[in-house]
């Protein structure tokens, strides 16, 4: 994650936690557990719906059909995973995604569109503080 903020210019304010990073690959790993279930036969639905239980009150099916905005998933973010301080970073980087992509379904980010993003970002000043 390290190298990641690195890149886009953000100076992180403390270490990650190891946390953050266990949780990342949990998830991971049972999102390769859950599509070795379905390759296997299971129900998609019914495998899926602890994990979606997990992060929604939507069911499984509201889940995936609905668009998750960018805003969502900032504010998901923010509730379930910034120690205080990484709020600041999450939240300054939220500012500028939502600036730059406007408030459009996750889904629709390419990796091309990332790689611009992180291009604008790169160019902005860093304020002394750390965050741009």
Known sequence: ?????????????????????????????????????????????SEAGA????????????FVA????????????????PTKAMKGNIDAIAQLALAFFGDIPVSLITEAMQEEFFAWMARLPIMSHGVV
């Open 66 to 81: 609905a668009p998750v905005l960018l805003s969502a998933a900032i504010a998901k973010t923010r509730e379930m995973y």
């Open 1 to 45: 994650m390290l190298a990641a903020a690195n890149a886009v210019r953000v100076v992180l304010a403390a270490p990650l936690p190891p946390e953050l990073g266990r949780r990342a690959s949990d998830l991971f790993r049972e999102l390769l557990a859950l599509e070795a279930e379905v390759l296997d036969g299971a129900d998609a639905r």
């Open 51 to 62: 994990l979606v239980a997990r992060f929604s009150a939507a069911s499984v099916d509201d």
